[in-house]
């Protein structure tokens, strides 16, 4: 089992829909859980960072995290063409100056159509 | 106020040659990561550096591959001999202490 699963897609729904992304993990030592997302031949760009359990909310974008299923989700409400990237889920069991061991997912492609 | 930098964007080596990929991580930050994208793969920890030191090289392949943070100039990979499996994208994450990553556009290897 990989520590972390993440469903590749790709994954197309109109502008305006709501857009669910999920991973889900086996360690239950993870404690920080990230969302970043990557557009074509650009490095990934952190989006939510969320620690332990629970909801963070930034706008359009809404983290959940699940510890007890070991499952975290990134919702984006009011999906826009320019949405259309690569989510990566990932997640550390530690943070600050050796944090930068993530495990991350492979990659959910998404595309926002107009 | 400069990101992460990395060059070249796009590098081709021969079979048996070296590839040099260079980093400049965001100003002031003193932590240096190197993760690897290979084809259809999520991002893999290589290497993570502080100034003149090697903090993790956990995801470090055993040969051929190395990695340096001097006191002055950028972060290096170096990788010797390269081989048709070697070609991936290679990016450089910074951060200062206790803070997010910041990631470069990646340098695109391509061995022949």
């Known amino acids: 089992q990989k520590e972390v699963e993440q469903d590749p897609g790709p994954l197309s729904v109109p502008e305006g829909a709501i857009v669910s992304l999920n991973c889900t993990y086996s360690n239950s030592a993870f404690q920080y859980f990230m969302w970043y997302r990557q557009y074509s031949r650009k490095g990934p760009e952190l989006l939510m960072y969320t620690y332990s359990s629970g909801n963070k909310e930034d706008g359009r974008f809404t983290a959940q995290v699940d510890k007890s299923s070991k499952y975290i989700s990134l919702f984006i409400r009011d999906s826009q063409p320019s949405d259309s990237a690569t989510y990566l889920c990932?997640?550390?069991?530690?943070?600050?100056?050796?944090?930068?061991?993530?495990?991350f997912g492979k990659g959910t492609k998404l595309s926002v159509k107009p | 106020n400069a990101g992460v930098m990395q060059n070249p964007r796009h590098l081709v080596r021969r079979r048996g040659q070296e590839a040099r990929l260079r980093c400049s991580p965001v100003k002031g930050h003193s932590h240096v990561y190197w993760y690897r994208q290979l084809p259809e793969e999520g991002l893999k920890f290589m290497v993570y550096?502080?100034?003149?030191?090697?903090?993790?090289e956990s995801g470090m392949p055993k040969e051929r591959f190395s990695a340096e943070f001097p006191k002055e100039g950028p972060s290096i990979l170096r990788i010797q001999q390269v081989v048709r499996g070697d070609s991936a994208a290679y990016f450089c994450?910074?951060?200062?202490?206790?803070?997010?990553?910041?990631f470069g556009s990646g340098t695109q290897l391509s061995v022949l």
């Open positions: 994450a910074s951060s200062g202490q206790n803070e997010k990553l910041f």
């Open positions: 550096l502080q100034k003149e030191n090697i903090i993790d």
């Open positions: 990932a997640m550390s069991a530690n943070y600050g100056g050796s944090q930068g061991n993530l495990i």
